[in-house]
């Protein structure tokens, strides 16, 4: 049997985390097993499937590369033959017409009303539910148009979906669209329900939480190979201790056997931390490219103080976590007119001895006979052992010529700034501490 699986989203303008996490999990498994990966636009609630909808659909998955098989169905274009199926399930008796709601006649379907209902779940095991707990439900609405259950079973029997895989929030309709497969004479495809995603409280993770959405990651500056990634580990594991892994590596291991039941927990900072891994090992051109947007969209000149851009980007491209953080992160290092963090500040350079300290400092660099980072270092480490530690030193200077507590090696900060510009800050940063 060759796999045939779908991504089967409804558009509404954005595509949320736990919806596109579904797609990464199908386009993998087709991709592991050699099978096909199909995409269906769900498009029947016409107000809010728009084209521009569709549009901002379609832009994410380019962007994460889930790339599908076989044309998009656009289920709107179904219409007429889920309604034909409708009709036959009338005529068979798995189906009648009743007012139910006073909202006009509708289709319902007849569900069992004796035994048990099972199926076997490939990621939760066997589930199953008494017949006399179901519900009927509508299949076809009081004004003649097609309800999800329906559509959305007749589209998967006509596209010949052998696995669907989606979120464990659908364990309830599952149950209905196996009835309905049944009533139909087909057989139903192999079910596979994901684990939900929750926040820190074990509540479904939502906008409240934070990014929510494909394009505010995109926006806030992760890479789409390191969302991917991150969202492959939401709920499923290699078996081994590996977390970043290549596209190739995670085609190659992925098997819904290691997909977990449990909730899996969305961690920002994780996703960060992995997107980093990936900004470090890009190469330079594509960071510099995303870099002098970054500066450029912030109303920053992109030629640093030193006129040497690669010199800057060696020590920053390692430290940047998200593009978003491009700015902030190394303004100093492009115009004297940087602010100072509030917090490092009052921590740093408020301090009995720290101006007397930046003063001897700046007098000190302009005595060496070349600026080096090993003369800097030197420096510095001489009167650390004074003072009883090297950190007494080092933080008010980084504070006092960059404006921030972290960054890169202080040493190699001070040779890109240059002599004159340290000592110049460093004079500054001392009036500050008064």
């Not at 409804?10 to 099978?35: C, K, Y």
Request: aromatic share 8%; hydrophobic share 40%; glycine share 8%.
């Amino acid at each position: 049997m060759s796999v045939r699986v779908r991504f089967a989203p409804s558009p509404t303008g954005n595509v949320h985390i736990g919806n596109i996490r579904a797609a990464v999990f199908n386009w993998l498994f087709a991709r592991h097993e050699g099978g096909r990966f199909l995409l269906r636009v769900e498009d029947t609630d016409l107000e809010r499937s728009t084209p521009e909808a569709i549009k901002t659909l379609l832009e994410c998955m380019e962007w994460l590369k889930l790339d599908y098989d076989e044309p998009a169905v656009y289920q709107s274009a179904n219409t007429v033959r889920h309604l034909a199926v409708a009709s036959e399930l009338e005529a068979k008796g798995y189906a009648y017409r009743d007012n139910k709601g006073g909202e006009g006649e509708c289709l319902i379907f007849r569900m069992p009303k004796e035994g048990t209902l099972r199926f076997h779940d490939l990621v939760k095991g066997d589930l199953k539910k008494k017949a006399e707990d179901t519900q009927d439900f509508v299949i076809v609405r009081s004004d003649g148009t097609p309800v999800f259950h329906l559509a959305n079973v007749v589209d998967d029997a006509d596209m010949g979906i052998t696995h669907v895989i989606r979120g464990d929030d659908h364990v309830e309709n599952t149950f209905k669209h196996i009835e309905i497969f049944k009533a139909m004479g087909v057989e139903p495809p192999a079910y596979a329900h994901l684990p939900m995603i929750v926040n820190n409280q074990g509540k479904p993770y939502s906008k409240r939480d934070g990014a929510a959405f494909v394009g505010e990651f995109r926006e806030q500056g992760f890479l789409p190979d390191a969302l991917f990634n991150f969202l492959v580990l939401l709920g499923w594991a290699p078996g081994d201790d590996r977390e970043i892994m290549t596209r190739q590596e995670l085609i190659e291991a992925f098997s819904l056997d290691h997909v977990k039941s449990s909730p899996a927990r969305f961690d920002i900072k994780k996703l960060t931390w992995m997107n980093g891994e990936y900004i470090a090992k890009q190469p330079r051109e594509e960071y510099k490219k995303e870099f002098i947007a970054r500066m450029q969209a912030a109303g920053l000149q992109t030629t640093p103080l030193n006129g040497d851009l690669d010199a800057v980007l060696d020590p920053i491209q390692p430290r940047t976590k998200t593009y978003k953080d491009i700015p902030g992160n190394c303004i100093y290092l492009f115009t004297d007119d940087f602010p100072y963090d509030e917090a490092p500040v009052n921590k740093r350079l408020k301090k009995d001895g720290v101006a007397e300290l930046l003063r001897e400092f700046a007098d000190k660099f302009e005595a060496l006979p070349e600026f080096t980072v090993e003369a800097t270092e030197k420096l510095v480490k001489d009167k650390g052992e004074k003072l009883g530690g090297m950190g007494a030193v080092v933080h008010p200077i980084r504070v006092a010529v960059s404006g921030v507590g972290e960054g890169p090696g202080l040493f190699e900060l001070l040779a890109l700034i240059g002599r004159d510009r340290v000592c110049a800050r460093c004079r500054k940063a001392a009036e500050m501490a008064g």
